[in-house]
């Protein structure tokens, strides 16, 4: 039995997904938060929240991190960890700070941060040669309006360095909208965290093509591939995702093309050891592009659409690279041929009065129902935060699970009230 330090996470699916791996694999942990409020609130009525299961619940100011690392040596000492992770974004560089100084297993410090900074991962793919976007990454306005006129071109995708779940990431045709995008970031100063953010704005060529996602686990220098993920997307100017397929309808040439781009960009960031990673890749005409790399497993339940098809738990091969394990990446025949989630996006602000799943949880082949609950405040989506709730199912046949679950959506679409 190992011991693991998990240090902060997600309130999502992977918060649930992770303590159970944890537990199936037959080791425990010792959860770090500086807010435990933060994870009683998100756990259903009359239920905990499963992350406070741990063996230990421990309560540290995990925003700071040089007064942390003492810390965190100060409770190894007493309890003893083989390794440390987190599902959250803001805290994948702090995990990979404890890993080097406890001389646990996992990437470097330096190429967890480098991913983490939309515009480092810019610039290490570029010296690198990985192909990518042109880009251009300042604070000031003028140097921001420059480099849009003069460098990128309109259309242009604004994005900040250091948010996540696609948050203020939009589409401009020009230069009052590119002035409304950094004036939104300006406002946005602090993280839903209370972290601290940068004020540089990354600068993105906006790309043609459909956009995928490669879902890798590096274990001892091996980046392995387990497969390849396709997404939709809507709600322009954001770039909302409104589901996904497993495995992405793809000819072989665009699969090998992806998955050949996303090694070579977790090679060129040094991430080949301990990491689950989910890079997005946009499938351009001029030839694969990446997006941006995630040293985390995919999130939007996409880890459960993998196991679905390919019975690869990668939940559980997160556990298990970071205790410096190699990942069990046996495939073994599930039934299901591919598998898809649609997301219930909010077009309108307002009460949420009625929500009806429309029979949809008793059709066959219907893996997942969740909705959100009549009296609901709802906010007009502008990012992947607001959705009111999802349809997951699978195609024993072939690729028709998306097909599938748009069906079945548009009957929960048909029981939606907004006022």
């Not at 700071?64 to 974004?89: I, K, M, N, Q, Y």
């Not at 042109?134 to 006129?149: G, L, T």
């Not at 387990?226 to 809507?234: A, E, I, L, N, Y």
Request: proline letters at 6%.
């Amino acid at each position: 039995m190992a011991h693991l330090l998990v240090v902060e996470s997600w309130v999502g699916s992977m918060s649930r997904l992770l303590p159970r791996s944890i537990r199936e694999g037959g080791h425990e942990f010792t959860f770090l938060t500086r807010d435990l409020h933060h994870y009683l609130r998100s756990a259903p009525e009359g239920t905990g929240h499963p992350l406070l299961g741990a063996r230990n619940v421990i309560t540290a100011e995990t925003n700071d991190v040089d007064a942390l690392l003492p810390e965190v040596e100060r409770l190894h000492a007493a309890l003893r960890f083989d390794g440390v992770v987190t599902s959250c974004d803001y805290y994948l560089p702090t995990v990979a700070r404890i890993a080097e100084r406890l001389q646990l297993p996992g990437p470097s410090a330096e190429s967890v941060e480098n991913a983490c900074r939309k515009d480092t991962t810019r610039r290490v793919l570029a010296e690198a040669g990985v192909p990518g976007p042109r880009f251009a990454v300042h604070q000031e306005w003028h140097d921001i309006a420059r480099a849009a006129r003069e460098e990128i071109g309109y259309p242009l995708v604004v994005k900040p360095v250091d948010l996540c779940a696609g948050m203020f990431v939009r589409r401009v045709d020009d230069e009052a909208q590119l002035a409304a995008a950094v004036q939104a970031l300006e406002e946005f100063p602090v993280n839903a965290r209370g972290q601290r953010r940068s004020p540089s704005v990354l600068l993105e060529e906006m790309l043609d093509g459909p956009e995928v996602s490669v879902e890798t686990v590096s274990h001892a220098g091996t980046v392995h591939v387990v497969g390849v993920t396709d997404k939709s997307v809507g709600g322009a100017p954001a770039f909302i995702e409104t589901g996904h397929m497993f495995p992405a309808a793809l000819t072989g040439g665009e699969t090998e093309a992806a998955e050949q781009t996303a090694s070579a960009a977790l090679k060129a960031l040094g991430l080949v050891d301990g990491v689950v990673a989910h890079t997005e890749i946009k499938l351009t005409s001029a030839g694969p592009r990446v997006v941006e790399v995630n040293p985390r497993p995919a999130g939007n339940r996409i880890t459960e659409l993998v196991r679905h098809v390919t019975g690869i738990d990668l939940a559980a091969a997160f556990v298990e690279v970071a205790l410096g394990h190699a990942p069990d990446l046996r495939r073994g025949d599930t039934g299901l041929r591919s598998a898809a989630i649609g997301f219930l996006v909010p077009e309108r602000t307002g009460t949420l009065e009625a929500l009806d799943d429309g029979g949809v949880r008793d059709e066959p082949e219907v893996l997942e129902v969740q909705l959100s609950e009549p009296g609901r405040q709802v906010k007009a989506a502008g990012s992947n935060n607001e959705y009111l709730g999802h349809v997951m199912a699978g195609d024993p046949a072939g690729a028709g699970a998306r097909d599938r679950v748009e069906s079945l959506l548009d009957r929960v679409r048909s029981g939606l009230v907004i006022r």
